[in-house]
């Protein structure tokens, strides 16, 4: 791997020098007080796309057994969550070690006890079935692990069980629907807002 790939969000271990910043979020009658650091995703602010599919996901309706957050970065999507629904069980994963250090410390700083934080390369580590998986996926991965994250949540959802995504239509928003469609056997287009996308796909209760 490069250097240049190093420094990557979507990277295991960035190397890029710590350069923390401390930033607000908004949202229904809360303020997450939140973390950042050089080599995370969107570090100056939480990102708009992230912002359109937290205001998606507070509107949706999914069978209450657990939620999933993958790719979570700092924790802006799952700490909302996880304060959105304080009955459920949070899960927050993905690669980035420092982003899964700051989730951590950000669940820690504002008294969310409702999450699990773990390091998971897409999958691998997770061994349960939910019924909300959320993901703004890291599009600079590339195409194949995007894919990836959208087809293979099918399994890990339960009967009925929702998977909202976040993507915009520059970035692959018509192959990524194409694909929802194809293993979901449905895709319903949630909200557009400045390019960006919502996604939703429903597990049938059949399966």
């Not at 690669?95 to 409702?114: D, F, M, T, W, Y």
Request: hydrophobic share 40%.
């Amino acid at each position: 791997m490069t250097e240049e790939k190093n420094q990557m969000y979507y990277a295991a271990n960035p190397n890029a020098a710590h350069d923390e910043h401390h930033i607000s979020y908004n949202f229904a009658n809360f303020t997450l007080q939140l973390t950042t650091d050089a080599g995370v995703f969107s570090k100056m602010r939480v990102d708009y796309g992230s912002s359109v599919l937290i205001k998606a996901m507070a509107e949706v309706d999914f069978p209450q057994v657990g939620i999933l957050d993958v790719g979570t970065g700092y924790g802006p999507i799952g700490l909302t969550a996880a304060k959105l629904w304080p009955n459920q069980t949070v899960d927050m994963i993905g690669v980035n070690e420092r982003g899964l250090a700051l989730a951590q410390r950000n669940a820690a700083a504002n008294k969310i006890s409702n999450v699990n934080i773990y390091a998971s390369d897409i999958y691998q580590n997770v061994d349960k079935k939910y019924g909300l998986i959320l993901t703004n996926p890291p599009i600079r991965a590339g195409k194949k692990v995007v894919s990836e994250i959208l087809a293979k949540a099918f399994e890990h959802l339960v009967p009925g069980g929702t998977l909202l995504v976040v993507i915009q239509k520059k970035q692959g928003e018509p192959s990524a629907r194409k694909l929802m469609q194809e293993v979901y056997g449905n895709c319903e287009i949630v909200t557009r807002d400045k390019g960006y996308y919502i996604l939703k796909s429903v597990k049938s209760e059949d399966e």
